[in-house]
């Protein structure tokens, strides 16, 4: 099983961007199904991105859409959230996910079973 460390977050204003990593532990990473989710205060763990781990599936929630760009590097144990164009209400603390059980309901919380401890984002106005 692997380990998630996610790395990258930070303070931003509005229009900015920010880079996220999720670094994972284990030599079978390239086998895994990559997801980032994110959480606002008082809000549920909602889904953002997710890749699949031949990277040709790349599902996105709407309010991210043409905005953010998940990408992997199999080589580097690492998954990236590329977040163009942020906007407050993208603030939130984004945890990265695992697994690998087929690719049915990659965008589901339930989908994941090991979870990264989190990085915050926040975008100032």
């Known amino acids: 099983q692997v380990q998630l460390v996610e790395s990258g977050g930070g303070l931003v204003q509005a229009g900015g961007s920010l880079r996220l990593s999720c670094a994972a532990s284990?030599?079978?990473?390239?086998?895994?199904?990559m997801g980032w989710f994110r959480q606002a205060p008082g809000k549920e763990r909602e889904f953002v991105a997710a890749?699949?781990?031949?990277?040709?599936?790349?599902p996105y929630a709407d309010s991210v859409k043409g905005r953010f760009t998940i990408s992997r590097d199999n080589a580097k144990n690492t998954v990236y959230l590329q977040m163009n164009s942020l906007k407050p209400e993208d603030t939130a603390v984004y945890y990265c996910?695992?697994?690998?059980?087929?690719?049915?309901?990659?965008?589901?919380?339930?989908?994941?079973?090991?979870w990264g401890q989190g990085t915050q984002v926040t975008v100032s106005s």
């Open positions: 284990g030599r079978i990473f390239s086998t895994y199904t």
């Open positions: 890749i699949t781990s031949s990277g040709d599936t790349t």
């Open positions: 996910a695992a697994n690998r059980n087929g690719y049915y309901g990659i965008t589901s919380r339930t989908y994941y079973s090991t």
